[in-house]
C-alpha cells in the first residue's frame, strides 16, 4: 500500500537514516573490537591501538544519534496503532 501522508514518507526516511547510522556505529565497534584483540595477541602494535580507539570514537559519536531517532520512529508508529 503507497501512502502519500507526508509525516509517514519522513518517518520512514528517519528510519532509514536510523539504521544506515546503527550499521555505521556498530561496524564501528567491531573494529574496535578486532582491532583490541588483535592488538592484544600482538603485544598492542600501534596501528592496533588505533583500530581500536578510532572504533571506539567513532561509535560513540556517531551511535547515540540513530539509537534515539529509531526509538522516535517506533514510538510513532505505536502511537498511531494504539489511536487507530
Do not use: H, N, Q
Not at 539504521?19 to 603485544?43: E, Q, W
Amino acid at each position: 500500500m503507497v501512502s502519500d501522508d507526508p509525516i509517514l514518507i519522513r518517518r520512514a526516511r528517519a528510519a532509514r537514516i536510523a539504521t544506515i547510522g546503527k550499521r555505521i556505529g556498530y561496524l564501528a565497534l567491531l573494529v574496535a573490537m578486532v582491532g583490541f584483540f588483535t592488538g592484544l595477541a600482538l603485544d598492542f602494535p600501534p596501528v592496533t591501538v588505533a583500530l581500536a580507539i578510532g572504533g571506539l570514537v567513532t561509535a560513540c559519536i556517531v551511535l547515540p544519534i540513530p539509537i534515539i531517532i529509531g526509538y522516535g520512529v517506533r514510538a510513532a508508529a505505536r502511537e498511531d496503532r494504539e489511536r487507530a
